[in-house]
């Protein structure tokens, strides 16, 4: 039998695309902003864009790895050009995506855009339309240099037509519109490494092929940015934790921190939360409005260390002797995960204010004996044989325990 060029270039692409988006990047899960909660479309500009790669760098954020500059919905123009090209809306992006690109490169930072599976965005703005748009959509996103692409679920095939923006009846199963762009992402890889964000809300069970399909996928329905959202999304986390790992993380949606409807306990308990589960850490409020509160503990180095700890595992619940099991939708109090040189222990007043304490030999990772330890928000740090803290309500605490 006769092995043609093409044949072998076939095999190839099909052992690549056997083993997914698994391509070197995406390794921690990312940090950076997304436009979206910060003024929805109004935010979708190069003047935001730019303004807070600026902050970036200004705040310190850029040395502590934010870097993922992402502008959400809204960016283009309502309809397509003759040929099928997405248009940027040149009163949102006077020169051009490229030249803000450009501009963010030299800063040494990334920048993000976001499109659809669907006919149309969630706004209404032109989709890639299951497989009809993506290889072209990517070529542009390849021609401006773009380093990571949302992907969002609205209009999506629905056995109601023409499809509405939310699909309660999908016709099929979201993987299948979500594969075309894996692919033409994948195939672009040599010449651009793209991170590919799946945004189907958490559908048809995403975590069990997110791994295959993308770099990080959204598994809840959109933060709203109040206390009830964390509680949804943050309890959810916990069982899926074990589908999380270096080059594929849930996405528990961005930070809302900066929302007027989430005080300060509560902010610290979102960002402990979502950092020790592994989310991305992607900031969505305007950099030059942020409080010296939320300041410090989006720049808490401790906590960012812990989320960009190298093996890349989540925390997730565990029971203590003795006490109650989770209860469905409510943030439990005690959480642990693996961390490449210890264990981190996630204490949450998510129900009420009291004393929470572990003994260290209750900690999955951790044994009988004396361990070193350091609360993340607090500075405190001790050696012992567990740990106890009065803890404000909605508020946490986040421990390192050290193992070597
Ligand atoms: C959906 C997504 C959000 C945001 C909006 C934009 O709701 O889940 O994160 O991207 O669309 O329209």
Redesign the pocket.
């Known amino acids: 039998m006769q092995y043609t060029y093409s044949t072998l270039l076939a095999a190839l692409y099909l052992l690549q695309s056997a083993n997914g988006l698994r391509n070197g990047i995406g390794l921690t899960p990312h940090m950076g902003w ?1 436009s ?1 909660n910060v003024a ?2 109004n935010a979708a500009s190069a003047k935001y864009a730019l303004d807070t790669a600026q902050k970036f760098i200004s705040l310190g954020l850029k040395d502590l790895g934010y870097e993922y500059i992402n502008i ?3 960016w283009s123009l309502p309809y397509r050009d003759g040929s099928g090209k997405l248009i940027p809306d040149p009163g949102k992006w006077p020169n051009g995506i490229k030249a803000v690109a450009d501009q963010i490169h030299n800063m040494g930072l990334k920048f993000g855009l ?1 499109g659809c599976a669907g006919q149309k ?3 209404g703005y032109p989709g890639s339309d299951g497989s009809r748009y993506v290889w072209s959509d990517v070529s542009q996103l390849v021609e401006w240099g773009v380093d990571f692409w ?1 992907y ?3 209009y999506t095939p629905c056995l109601d037509n023409p499809p509405p923006q939310t699909c309660g009846r999908p016709a099929g199963n979201s993987r299948d519109w979500y594969a075309p762009m894996r692919d033409a992402i994948l195939s672009v890889q040599d010449r651009r490494k793209i991170h590919f964000n799946l ?1 189907n ?1 958490g559908r048809d069970n995403v975590w069990e092929w997110g791994n295959d399909y993308g770099h990080s996928w ?1 598994m809840s ?2 933060n709203w940015g109040d206390w009830a959202s964390v509680e949804r999304i943050g309890s959810a986390a916990a069982g899926i934790a074990q589908y999380s790992g270096p080059g594929g993380f849930n996405d528990l ?2 930070l809302y921190l900066g929302s007027p409807r989430l005080n300060t306990n509560q902010e610290r308990l979102h960002f402990g939360l979502w950092a020790i589960a592994k989310s991305p850490l992607v900031l969505g409020l305007d950099l030059s409005k942020i409080s010296n509160s939320t300041l410090d503990i989006i720049r808490n180095k401790g906590i960012i260390a812990i989320n960009q700890d190298s093996l890349g595992r989540p925390a997730t619940t565990f029971v203590p002797p003795g006490q109650p099991g989770p209860q469905w939708g409510k943030i439990y109090p005690y959480w642990a995960g693996p961390l490449s040189d210890g264990v981190v222990i996630g204490l949450c007043a998510g129900t009420s204010a009291g004393t929470y304490s572990v003994q260290f030999k209750d900690v999955p990772g951790l044994g009988d004996g004396t361990y070193t330890w350091e609360e993340m928000y607090t500075g405190q740090r001790g050696t012992g044989t567990g740990i106890s803290f009065w803890i404000d309500l909605h508020d946490m605490r986040v421990i390192k325990v050290k193992t070597s």
């Open positions: 997304s979206w929805q479309c959400d919905d809204c976001y965005t969630c706004a949302k969002d679920n609205c945004c809300w959204r329905v959109d949606d961005m």
